[in-house]
């Protein structure tokens, strides 16, 4: 298509003229990433031969493995609507490729869980929610019978999204956000706010729980181990790299940099400054159920390990609990587990994350059937004249 000059035109041909500038610059985008990734073979035989060399890396032994796998995933969506703020987060547990049709989701059979409502428009929305989204992910975990069972992430991204939940007065959280916040527990799990402790222990003291981050920037092992400005790769990239089929870093526990240490593990923490009763003992409880975790003036009790299931495909980043990293039979047969559930190429993620994400996801629509209802229920008491304030604050 021929375009008229653009110095004699006083508009450009959108999005056409847009899309064109885009593709003309990724040849560039291409350069930058070749120069990313051409690491040199050389620094990456060396630093993996210097871990080698320390007995830092093991190979899988074992052909034993469990069936009996599962993962859970949360998902938020805040509708902000002319006169007020839709919430509804979900947490969703899933089963992975299984033989076993016994597998039980515990006594009260809490395979999700769904919490919605209606705020007046505040900075804290997104906090409460994100919040309650993840201590409903906790609780999934704590509470079915299987026996691996996969956190999306790492252990700190819940600590750090209920720390923010909970110290939400920054956000110029008032007495209706606490009244919302005692709603979720009360209507979610018959519980009030002191009992939040309970739910974070109950998960981060589960040796079955693992966390498996799909992303992730540390270069924990390497800044400790190796901290060559040859090697300019995050550990996960490096371990893709460099890991043979089947092998996999000797369980560390998490912190091993004086960086990453101090970065994350040493203050690691979770603090509530609303104006609730008894907030000192509730942050008292709250740190208590925290420390296995942290760092400071001690080793974690999280550990942190890198395997490669496959010759061509990447290393994962799991976090598992003291007792299974250090039992050399368990940590095996929970690596075969985990490797039996990735149809690599087709499915990069263990198969249960995968689907189980593809479901969290869905929360979208879940939010659409709510603001339908809304407008078609004959309880609806907003006339004519108001109407208008259950709907976008802009137009879709």
């Known amino acids: 298509m021929d375009y008229e000059p653009e110095h004699q035109r006083g508009h450009a041909h959108l999005p056409e003229e847009l899309l064109e500038k885009i593709l003309e610059a990724v040849p560039r985008t291409v350069d930058k990433m070749n120069q990313m990734f051409d690491v040199q073979e050389e620094p990456l035989k060396r630093a ?111 600590i750090l999204k209920i ?67 040859d090697v300019t790769v995050d550990d996960k990239t490096f371990f893709s790299l460099t890991l043979k089929e089947n092998e996999y870093v000797i369980p560390l526990s998490v912190g091993q940099s004086k960086g990453e240490r101090g970065r994350i593990w040493d203050d690691l923490h979770i603090n509530c400054n609303l104006d609730i009763p008894d907030r000192g003992e509730l942050n008292s409880a709250l ?56 149809v690599f190429p087709e499915i990069r993620e263990p198969y249960p994350q995968y689907l189980v994400d593809l479901m969290a996801k869905s929360v979208a629509s879940g939010l659409y059937a709510i603001q339908e209802g809304i407008m078609l229920s004959p309880m609806l008491r907003i006339d004519q004249g108001r109407f208008n304030l259950i709907f976008n604050y802009r137009t879709k």
Do not use: C
Request: glycine fraction near 6%.
């Open 287 to 342: 740190q208590r159920a925290v420390d296995p975790l942290t760092t400071k003036g001690k080793p974690s009790e999280l550990y942190f390990t890198y395997f490669k299931p496959y010759e061509d495909g990447p290393a994962y980043r799991i976090e598992l609990k003291k007792g299974v990293a250090l039992d050399r039979e368990l940590l095996e047969k929970t690596l075969v587990s985990l490797k039996r559930q990735i």
């Open 163 to 229: 720390n923010s939940m909970l110290s939400a007065k920054e956000d110029n959280a008032g007495p209706e956000y606490v009244r919302a916040l005692r709603s979720f527990l009360s209507e979610t799990y018959d519980k009030i706010i002191p009992d939040i402790p309970d739910i974070i222990t109950a998960a981060f003291g589960n040796q079955s729980i693992i966390a498996l981050a799909k992303y992730s920037s540390s270069r924990d092992v390497l800044d400790a181990y190796y901290p060559s400005s």
């Open 48 to 158: 993996i031969t210097h871990l080698r060399d320390r007995g830092m890396l093991g190979e899988v032994s074992t052909s034993e493995y469990t069936t009996s796998v599962f993962a859970v995933d949360g998902g938020v969506v805040i509708e902000r609507m002319t006169g007020s703020d839709l919430i509804l987060a979900v947490a969703v547990g899933v089963e992975g490729l299984t033989e076993d049709s016994t597998a039980t989701w515990g006594p009260d059979r809490n395979q999700y869980y769904q919490w919605q409502s209606v705020l007046p428009h505040e900075e804290a929305t997104p906090r409460l929610a994100q919040g309650a989204m993840f201590l409903m992910e906790l609780s999934v975990l704590a509470q079915t019978q299987h026996e691996i069972r996969i956190m999306d992430g790492t252990h700190f991204t819940p």
